[in-house]
């Protein structure tokens, strides 16, 4: 298979797994009208942690494992990924987010997916939903660019910090924004099920965060060869 293929259909497969587990994670206990206590912060936040953990394990040497345009946006802004490829990485992206979302549509309803789409609590304003946006997503990609990419890290961890990083987050920031900390987490979901409402705050915070935790890494904190 072409090699330009390859990390293309594992970052759909990827970002398609976080959707799929991450609204599932939130919404699926009223599928099955379990009780409202079954789910909280922390299965949600572990549902998704891990989600990425076990996915950049097992796809991360084929694209990266990004998963993620604030992350495939930090790489385009440090130079370490063509604009043409970083394009090409979050259409792949935002395809796998949108099946997704679309799937979870049609094996049960709009309302399930609308659920499980990042929104703003209603005491928290778009302003500060994008700096709270981008302030997870800025430790998330610092998070991407210390054990990942510097080469004085230790390989092994990084699918379970990067996971960790993402859970501990969700468990902080849910309730006041849903914790996307990616585009994609927000768009496929919006997609399908018509959730629209402060969108731009899923675009706008994560890209600033990641964008600019991505420059401090590679400008400032990593070691050049």
Do not use: C
Request: aromatic share 8%; glycine share 12%.
């Amino acid at each position: 298979m072409n090699t330009t293929v390859k990390p293309l259909i594992a970052e759909f497969i990827g970002t398609f797994a976080l959707i799929f587990i991450g609204v599932l994670a939130i919404q699926g206990v009223n599928v099955v009208q379990a009780p409202n206590g079954l789910a909280n912060l922390t299965s949600i936040g572990l549902a998704h942690g891990l989600t990425i953990a076990v996915m950049v394990a097992a796809l991360g040497a084929v694209s990266g494992g990004h998963f993620n345009p604030a992350v495939t946006a930090a790489f385009m802004a440090t130079g370490r990924m063509t604009p043409v490829v970083g394009a090409m990485y979050i259409a792949a992206q935002i395809v796998g987010a949108t099946a997704a979302g679309y799937l979870i549509t049609g094996l049960f309803t709009a309302q399930i997916t609308g659920g499980g789409t990042p929104a703003l609590a209603p005491q928290v304003s778009p302003t500060s939903g994008i700096i709270i946006e981008a302030i997870t997503t800025f430790f998330l990609v610092t998070v991407v660019f210390g054990t990942a990419v510097d080469d004085r890290a230790p390989k092994h961890i990084y699918p379970f910090a990067i996971g960790l990083t993402i859970a501990v987050s969700i468990m902080a920031t849910a309730p006041l924004t849903g914790a996307a900390m990616n585009p994609a987490r927000a768009f496929g979901p919006a997609l399908a099920s018509g959730m629209w409402a402060n969108h731009i705050v899923y675009w706008v915070g994560p890209l600033v965060g990641g964008v600019l935790a991505g420059l401090v890494q590679n400008f400032v904190m990593m070691e050049k060869k």
